[in-house]
């Protein structure tokens, strides 16, 4: 997802992603948040050599992949992509924890079980996040961010920022194929040129904003009477109570 | 730049949401009260689709084999305004953090302090009233770089803190710090191009409405606190030149005897009893993070102090 291409169809798969009739689509938005929140919360709490716990709560990951409509390799590659920063990191925990521990009658250096562990959340944090959004659809992402009480003009400005991201991606897009298509031998952008390139786009941007929230507006979209539609189901409190009761069983036992 | 959760622990996650939520919602009023909301929202939203897509055109670092990518929060104060400039970026951040797992969830407050939080209402402050009476470029691009560095150096801390890598903070604080202080010359320089380059079209006028000066006490204060706790993580563990030379010329007493006199032992015994950092740690506990907090609670101090002092002296120059 380096690329503006790749981040504009990841972002257009979201939306069609969304629309499909998987059971974690049919979960009300503001259960899944409250779920992957506290879910985020009870594996980051994991201590660094508990490889135990880190990877019963892989479970709870594990069945939400089965239930949510992105594919595993889709999974694997998002993945692939966020964990330089971690890896970059964790990696050094063998050279400098060279403390020893136990696990399961054999003793293990503590800077490879922390390593992994580490890992394992990152592997559970990042896959819980992205599932919830792709079963949601982004209108009822920003209503349980209301729902969860974020201030109004925050979403609002957050909804409106959504819909430009589309706009302005195909305009990178094409700025990028403009430019690759004139250059001769270069890969890169001219960092001198960067500057002129940045601003363009700033302008273009405001001009075509301004046609854009117009649309909007003509089609009844109004900030100061915008409601936040939020349901919320037995179904879904049912599903809460079982995801947070088995989370917070494996968390603890 | 985007901490990832597994990098953090609980309580440094929760404690930076707590801020940026309430930095958000200090935000969210003030724009409320200063500007037309059905004027700004879109122009707000404009400048984060603006900023979320610029971030995708990466450039060569030069020398490194690796690339960077334009960050966007010293310019967008330049445009929109602290509090405006702030929301914006979070915004940014958020969407990133939802829909890309950029960033995680509960790293969200770490995020948004070191990319929103810094540039808008610690760096802009600083350099505002510069900015404004000469429209300096060195200024401009100081402030971008700065935004940027401080940036680095906070991810550091926080995941110093959590404790979860291995990797001691100063190794961690010189990789951090190779790999964006380069990004931040460029970050600075694409900054002062597009400020000089969209001045000219005075879109940036209809949002940033903070004509007065700015009071850069905030981002003083800020900035002093982050520097005492990094160099204070870098306070030798030996004994300063006057603790030294005396114990040296003792040969090996703990302290000079002619110093302990009962005066001495009531000083000791109160500092022992007011202290609540003894020798710049936690009571009990050799941890290196207490010399840090040490370094921030003195650094309060003294500009409780030093303030104090100022105070005292404005109002006996009145009278």
Redesign the interface.
């Known amino acids: 997802?380096?690329?503006?291409q790749d981040?504009l169809q990841?972002?257009t798969a979201?939306e069609e992603l969304a629309e499909s009739n998987f059971p974690l689509n049919r979960v009300s938005p503001v259960v899944k948040i409250i779920i992957?929140?506290i879910f985020?919360?009870l594996?980051?709490?994991v201590k660094?050599y508990d490889i135990f716990h880190a990877l019963l709560l892989t479970s709870f990951t594990c069945f939400l992949v089965a239930i949510a409509p992105v594919k595993v390799t889709s999974i694997l590659k998002?993945l692939l992509y966020?964990s330089p920063?971690?890896l970059?990191?964790?990696i050094?925990?063998p050279?400098?924890?060279k403390s020893v521990i136990r696990i399961a009658g054999y003793q293990v250096y503590g800077?490879y079980v922390?390593a992994f562990t580490?890992?394992l959340?990152?592997i559970n944090?990042?896959?819980v996040?992205?599932l919830i959004?792709s079963s949601t659809k982004f209108i009822h992402?920003a209503s349980s961010l209301r729902f969860l009480r974020?201030?109004?003009?925050?979403i609002?400005?957050?909804m409106?920022?959504?819909?430009?991201?589309f706009?302005?991606?195909y305009?990178?897009i094409q700025s990028?194929q403009a430019i690759n298509s004139r250059g001769l031998q270069s890969t890169?952008?001219s960092?001198h040129n960067?500057?002129?390139?940045?601003?363009a786009?700033?302008?273009k941007?405001?001009l075509?904003?301004?046609e854009v929230?117009n649309a909007m507006l003509s089609r009844g979209f109004d900030?100061?009477n915008f409601k936040f539609d939020n349901k919320i189901n037995i179904s879904d409190i049912f599903f809460c109570l079982c995801s947070l009761l088995y989370v917070f069983i494996v968390r603890f036992i | 730049m985007h901490m990832a959760d597994a990098l953090l622990s609980v309580p440094v996650g929760v404690t930076f949401w707590g801020i940026s939520g309430a930095a958000a919602g200090y935000a969210s009023s003030k724009l409320k009260k200063e500007l037309n909301e059905e004027k700004i929202i879109p122009l707000m939203g404009v400048a984060g689709a603006f900023v979320f897509a610029l971030q995708m055109v990466n450039f060569a670092i030069p020398g490194t084999g690796s690339s960077g990518h334009f960050a966007g929060g010293f310019l967008l104060a330049l445009l929109l305004g602290r509090h405006a400039a702030f929301l914006v970026m979070s915004s940014v951040l958020l969407v990133q953090a939802l829909f890309f797992a950029d960033g995680g969830l509960l790293a969200l407050g770490c995020n948004i302090f070191n990319m929103a939080f810094i540039p808008s209402y610690i760096i802009y402050p600083l350099f505002k009233n510069i900015i404004d009476k000469n429209e300096s470029k060195i200024a401009i691009w100081a402030g971008a770089f700065l935004s940027l560095t401080l940036g680095a150096v906070m991810v550091s801390m926080q995941t110093g803190i959590s404790g979860i890598a291995e990797l001691p903070f100063s190794k961690m604080l010189m990789l951090m710090l190779g790999i964006h202080l380069l990004i931040a010359v460029f970050e600075g320089v694409i900054t002062v191009g597009s400020y000089m380059f969209i001045k000219r079209y005075s879109l940036q006028t209809e949002l940033n409405s903070e004509k007065g000066k700015l009071k850069p006490y905030f981002g003083i204060c800020s900035v002093s606190l982050i520097i005492a706790a990094v160099v204070s993580l870098f306070a030798s563990s030996k004994p300063d030149g006057l603790e030294w030379s005396v114990y040296n010329i003792m040969r090996g007493a703990d302290e000079p005897h002619s110093l302990t006199g009962q005066f001495h032992n009531f000083l000791g015994s109160l500092q022992e009893k007011i202290a609540f950092l003894p020798d710049y740690s936690f009571a009990g506990n050799s941890s290196q993070w207490g010399t840090s907090v040490a370094g921030i609670v003195g650094a309060i101090i003294i500009i409780i102090l030093a303030s104090s002092l100022g105070y005292i002296i404005r109002k006996v120059n009145k009278h």
């Open positions: 997802m380096k690329t503006a981040r990841y972002l979201f992957a929140a985020i919360v594996t980051i709490s660094k998002m966020l920063f971690v970059m990191l964790v050094f925990n050279v400098y924890d800077g922390s580490t890992v959340k990152f944090t990042a896959t996040s992205v959004v992402i974020m201030p109004k003009f925050l609002i400005q957050f409106v920022m959504y819909r430009f991201i706009i302005f991606l305009d990178i990028i890169t952008f960092w960067m500057k002129a390139i940045v601003s786009f700033f302008v941007s405001v075509r904003g301004e929230y900030i100061r």
